[in-house]
């Protein structure tokens, strides 16, 4: 938060409705680390959390609101915010009991609801929405959101309906998306996204249909699709887009047919796939693709086969593997690969089992986990790993139950978490974790 001679400049994204108005004299606050703020797009002063507020641009305001303090000018706390404070119009600050406003916040939604969808962070900061499923079928539309204004806003859209394909942004900033499952069945069809037009644009297509596949970013700026599934039976295939050609070319295919994995770079610049869903059911093993020698190699085997599961890269360079589901049902088990020893070692579970749910690695080296199904249904939950600990820990509840969701860390640091599915249909909500 920074206080300036106009007021107050702070993040934009709250909702009005997740904030409580402040007392009847419209100038204070009863509660914690709050203060009272004639908040611009509320019809009334309203107590605004300190821990939402934001300095990283401000001043000057620019794409940001200020907002005007009511009554006298209220000092902020110089306190450690951890400790929770009360300010109030007569420039006193009081200790009191500690107050956790919640940690997510019901942000503008998405002009589609849709799940099966994408989402990449773009190099102005924006977030791009791609395709997905709704009540009617797969899409094509195309939304942008701004973290800065709380708006999205619709742009080109895709030449084919499409969902469970992938989005990869190139090293020149466009986005390709490749693959899904279109109107007319399996796509090999792929295109690209152009930030400064908005516009979308064929490019080559891929050898193979396929779906529910994976797509990672090489050191080399080339893109390696794997897996996948095309006309009911999963893939082995692999190949590489150049994006200074945009031509696809067959790599060596993966020992293993597979859907419904992962894929991570490591440190080294090797691929690591992991698990999926192949011919006789849910696979433990695993596999790296070394891009310069164009080969396949296996390594060490997961503890548990899975499908549906996330993977993210540790700041240690480990690869943590998360739920899923497996013959046995839903998974609430977690998993470490060591890249020096190509070992899986468990480690702590999750509180809640989970599919379909989604991962990201936080700024401080925390993994959050979101949403996903369980055999209790639609979940809501949401944890953190530790990484120095390797426990798991609950923290607020996302507003809506949703799987095949999309949570993406934005560069302020916050979590964006858009659309997915639940038990009363496709969602068009977003929040996000600050």
Aim: aromatic share 8%; glycine share 8%; net charge neutral.
């Amino acid at each position: 938060m920074t206080k300036t001679e106009q007021g107050i400049c702070a993040d934009t994204v709250v909702s009005c409705k997740d904030l409580l108005p402040c007392e009847s004299d419209n100038k204070t606050c009863i509660h914690p680390n709050t203060i009272c703020v004639g908040y611009t797009r509320c019809r009334i002063p309203v107590c605004y959390p300190i821990d939402y507020t934001s300095s990283d641009r401000c001043p000057p305001v620019t794409s940001r609101t200020s907002i005007l303090t009511i009554g006298p000018t209220i000092p902020l706390p110089t306190t450690n915010l951890a400790s929770s404070t009360t300010a109030t119009t007569s420039n006193s600050v009081t200790s009191t009991t500690a107050y956790v406003p919640s940690r997510w916040l019901n942000i503008s939604s998405m002009n589609f609801a849709r799940y099966g969808h994408t989402a990449s962070i773009l190099a102005d900061g924006k977030v791009l929405v791609t395709g997905g499923m709704d009540s009617s079928g797969s899409t094509n539309s195309a939304e942008l959101y701004d973290p800065l204004t709380d708006i999205w806003t619709s742009t080109g859209n895709m030449t084919f309906q499409r969902f469970y394909h992938t989005a990869s942004v190139l090293s020149n900033g466009k986005v390709l998306v490749a693959g899904g499952y279109v109107y007319s069945g399996y796509s090999n069809t792929a295109e690209l996204y152009d930030p400064s037009t908005g516009v979308w644009t064929r490019t080559g297509n891929m050898n193979s249909q396929r779906f529910c596949h994976t797509a990672s970013i090489l050191r080399n700026g080339k893109v390696l699709v794997v897996g996948g599934v095309a006309t009911i039976s999963p893939l082995n295939t692999a190949e590489l887009y150049d994006p200074s050609t945009e031509v696809w070319t067959r790599v060596s295919n993966m020992s293993f047919k597979r859907q419904h994995h992962t894929a991570s770079v490591l440190t080294d610049g090797k691929v690591l796939v992991a698990g999926g869903y192949g011919y006789s059911g849910s696979l433990s093993s695993v596999e790296l693709y070394e891009s310069e020698a164009n080969i396949w190699t296996k390594t060490g085997s997961l503890n548990t086969d899975r499908y549906y599961h996330t993977a993210s890269i540790l700041t240690d360079g480990k690869v943590l593997v998360v739920g899923g589901y497996t013959y046995g049902g839903n998974l609430n088990s977690t998993e470490l690969y060591n890249p020096l020893t190509q070992i899986w070692t468990t480690t702590g579970s999750m509180n809640s089992e989970r599919q379909r749910h989604s991962s990201s690695l936080l700024n401080d080296g925390k993994v959050i986990v979101t949403g996903g199904y369980s055999s209790s249904g639609y979940l809501n939950t949401v944890e953190l790993y530790d990484q120095v600990t390797e426990l798991w820990t609950k923290t607020s509840n996302m507003s809506f139950q949703r799987q095949h969701h999309t949570a993406l860390v934005l560069t302020n640091g916050k979590v964006l978490v858009t659309g997915g599915y639940m038990a009363n249909g496709t969602l068009n909500s977003a929040e996000l974790y600050a």
